[in-house]
């Protein structure tokens, strides 16, 4: 999604921005001294930091000489999980947040079987291939085993139901 | 109490029925996780964590180192039959056990793997032993500059030397230090970071920060983007993983070799189990005499790595349980459990709570042995798990999250904080970033915080403190030595004058924190000069395929 020859301009940009952020509130804090270091003194100066090394990370983009040598071979290329998606994938993205979301709306009005169920469900829809019946078995049967285990084993502090 | 008693201490308690149980839990969940592909150590750990603060500290440590070492038996599973390296540190198992498993000796590797996996962690346990204690005992007579500086070479080794870049490495160990910050500060009182929200006081939680980096922002990146699993070749029983004798005496000494690298890569702090078994693959095929046999199914490519693997993974306990500081994420997430348990990790530990560091060490050897009891008879049922589809995974490990979020502190706060950095952890992947540091940052933030401040209260403001003391100026070198040796190589193809001044700087600096450390580096470096001089002379051998990280650690 990012081009492979602008993202360590962004990576850089964020890391400094990061650093120059928590410096300026670090800043309102005391920072003391070396003897008498108050709340500051330690954020502070890990905000420069961090903010000069978010520059050499941008700069080394137009070097390229930080940039770890790739090692030949030695990675087999099938590895899923160190694929970047090509294209935004918006429904995945959408239903993983909203199964988060929804767990924690409904688990604070509705109880442990709704967020459960509904948290479940929602993320089971991120998949293109996700079908209605298998979503919701799957939910019920997390639901179910949730429920025994979280609230009457472990006795987890929400409300089976809760209501209105 | 010595290291006999010890043990006979520790397997009394280990073998308690109750702390047996959850061992067995323990390792059973942690091949599980193994096993499936799309689900990591860190974030079973992390699920797990909040479930055991009603444990006892010692069922729970079990259970979780358990998790830790359970996995890597669980992984090699998946990297032979399926080719996925799930799971980094059997990447490098993928490229010959696979084509083994073409051949229909997938079940050969993973006996072979088996019987590497039991010698590596045997031996990794038994250095454990030896080790540990020993290093607790001189770690005694280290105060606030060393403890600090220790740090400091830590998280330098952690950040720089696992994968990825370096570079980036440093930025996000220093955002975890100051995510470690967030919160009241013990000293003052002043709250930090925390933006006028109550509920962030408290600083953020360990299992909100680790849920969102290593679950969310995992799940946010393979949803709709697994690979599809190819079960061609998964049909493998107990019967087909006797290896023949010559089989044998092929994988032996790749064994011994890849166990011995794999403890030595532990000794170093940062330096886990991924980099061990990619060096003991690398040192295989360079020992070899038929090297172009590696990559299409050579027996040794298997067996040294999944060995190295195991040694190390045993052997980086001993860092984390003689000094308090943990050289990977996963110890991290260990040594904030001991924290949450209320245990001060650090030299004290063995001999403050001989329960837990014995205990463990029992528990090592019953669990490693219930892992071959797990694996050998019952390795068709762990292939039949590789068969769960991650489309069914994914909501139900997310629901698990959430749950053991909430657990932690009874707060639907902390599951938002954990959708929060969820979404940023995978922002920090598009950009190519390695979370695993911030963890290591955040949980050693505090501590390192306060040794600082302590350190320089007691010198009255004098930063030569780090420098006078001799232990603390040999890490500080031994810090110096990392950072400009990683630079020089990276610099030397491109930039050769640059680097050589650079190198002289660095030894010159050296010199001035620890005259052996210099000479050390000096004495190797014109050895090297001088072998590479004689191999010149000779008609050139073939580069061997050096990984970065060898490169580094033969350094």
Known sequence: MIGEKHRDYYAGGLVALLGVGAAVIAFRYNIGSLTR?????????LGIILAILGAIIAATNFFEVAKGPPAPGMIPKVDPHSAMQTKPDWRGWGCIVGGVLAFIFLAESAGLIAATFSCVFIACWGDKTAKLRDSALLATGITVFGVLLFSYVLKVQIPIIRGF | MNGFEGLIHGFSIALEPQNLMWCFIGVTIGNLVGVLPGMGVLSAVSILLP?????????AILMLAGIFYGAQYGGAICSILLNLPCHPPHAVTCLDGYPLTKQGKGGVALGITMMGSAFGAAFGIIQMIFFAPYIAQVAFQFGAPEICSLMLLGLLAGSTLAKGSPLKGVAMTILGLMLGLVGTDINTG????????????????????SLGLFGIAEFLRSVNNTAPINMAHTNVGMRDMRPSRAEMAQAAMPILRGTVIGSLCSMIPGTGPTIASFVAYAAEKKISKTPERFGHGAIEGVAAPESSTHS??????IPTMSLGIPGDAVMALLLGALIIHGITPGPRL????????WGLIASFWIGNLILIILNVPMIGIWVKMLMVPYKFLFPSALFFICI???????????VGVTLFFGLFGYLLL???????????????????????????IISRGDLNTFVDRWISATFLSLCVLLVCGQLYVRLRPKFPMAANVLGVVALGVIAYLNY???GIVLAIFLGQLFLSSRANKKPATPEPVATNPARVAGE
């Open chain 2, 312 to 317: 190390s993974v045993q052997g980086d306990f």
């Open chain 2, 350 to 357: 063995i001999v403050e709570h001989p329960d837990i560091f």
């Open chain 2, 51 to 59: 479930l055991t603060f009603g444990m006892k500290p010692v069922a």
């Open chain 1, 37 to 45: 270091m108050g709340p500051g003194f330690f954020p502070f100066y």
């Open chain 2, 430 to 456: 598009m950009l190519k970033f390695e979370p695993a540091p911030i963890l290591l940052g955040f949980v050693l933030g505090p501590r390192f915080e306060e040794n600082f401040r302590r350190a320089l």
């Open chain 2, 190 to 209: 002043v709250e930090r970071f925390t933006f006028g929200m109550i509920d962030l006081s408290d600083g953020v939680a360990l299992v909100a920060l």
């Open chain 2, 404 to 414: 053991g979020v909430f657990a932690d502190k009874n707060a639907l706060f902390d």
């Open chain 2, 516 to 518: 052996y450390v210099a």
